[in-house]
């Protein structure tokens, strides 16, 4: 396998797993044992910037290490990939700007949660689709893969 394939394997894991341990451990555990909600509310903000910001770091790692040298898309996975990763990093970018500040403001806060919740799951998605086709041209060397 070259360092490149690794790359983007390890980045797309981090970003999948990351979104999964955040979303569905911490945050609950937060508003499960936090002395209020507005406690565990804030610290889930925390969270979830340092997520959207993880995300985008991970997308732009993806997108570099899809690329060849001439800048055309050297994976087999990039083509059915970056896609996803755009979307993805729309979804962490809309989270971060649009959706957060928001929900700081206190603004409608069912429509912001329910969008952020919406947008979270986006994000989610994608990187579980990103890791998916990453991790699939490895498996199968037949298929575009690179065996070594």
Not at 54 to 70: F, I, N, P, Q, T
Not at 87 to 104: K, V, W
Request: net charge positive.
């Amino acid at each position: 396998m070259t360092w490149r394939f690794r790359l983007a394997v390890l980045a797309a894991a981090l970003w999948w797993g990351s979104l999964s341990a955040i979303g569905f451990m911490a945050v609950p555990l937060l508003f499960a044992n936090a002395a209020s909600p507005m406690i565990a509310g804030n610290l889930a903000g925390h969270l979830f910037s340092a997520q959207s910001w993880l995300g985008l770091a991970c997308g732009v790692v993806l997108l570099a290490g899809a690329r060849g040298e001439d800048g055309t898309a050297a994976m087999g996975w990039a083509r059915g990939a970056v896609a996803y990763v755009l979307l993805g990093m729309l979804a962490a970018l809309l989270q971060e700007f649009a959706i957060a500040p928001r929900i700081l403001a206190r603004q409608d806060l069912a429509f912001w949660h329910s969008a952020g919740t919406a947008t979270y799951a986006v994000q989610w998605l994608c990187a579980l689709l990103v890791l998916w086709k990453v991790t699939s041209e490895g498996r199968h060397p037949r298929e575009g893969g690179d065996p070594n």
